[in-house]
């Protein structure tokens, strides 16, 4: 006997969705963005950890935690940061919330 799962639709942001605090699910959700980004940069760049922790100015150990997902061990100062490093600018948009 097959059972019936039953799906309910995500929003925008997962972290809401999983029952994280507004605030918290918006700085998570940027967070995540920004990783996410960074590693598309560390891929496209056909780099080793080590060549794209210099280039990202921090160590291969925290590249290594970032491309896990280690979410917690990043601030929002520290991604934008290594963003930069890498002749990368992050833009930022601020609207009323839905």
Same mark, same amino acid.
Do not use: W, Y
């Given at each position: 006997?097959?059972?019936?799962?039953?799906?309910?639709?995500?929003?925008?942001?997962?972290?809401?969705? /999983?029952?994280?605090?507004?605030?918290?699910?918006?700085?998570?959700?940027?967070?995540?963005?920004?990783?996410?980004? /960074?590693?598309?940069?560390?891929?496209?760049?056909?780099?080793?950890?080590?060549?794209?922790?210099?280039?990202?100015? /921090?160590?291969?150990?925290?590249?290594?935690? *970032? *491309?896990?997902?280690?979410?917690?061990?990043?601030?929002?100062?520290?991604?934008?940061?290594?963003?930069?490093?890498?002749?990368?600018?992050?833009?930022?948009?601020?609207?009323?919330?839905?």
């Amino acid at each position: 006997m097959k059972e019936r799962v039953k799906m309910t639709r995500g929003g925008r942001n997962v972290f809401r969705d /999983i029952g994280f605090p507004e605030p918290q699910a918006q700085n998570l959700l940027v967070r995540s963005e920004l990783m996410i980004e /960074i590693e598309r940069l560390v891929k496209a760049g056909g780099l080793t950890q080590i060549e794209a922790a210099r280039m990202l100015g /921090i160590t291969q150990p925290r590249l290594n935690a *970032l *491309l896990k997902g280690k979410i917690e061990q990043f601030s929002l100062d520290a991604l934008v940061n290594m963003l930069a490093q890498a002749g990368r600018r992050v833009k930022m948009t601020v609207r009323k919330a839905a």
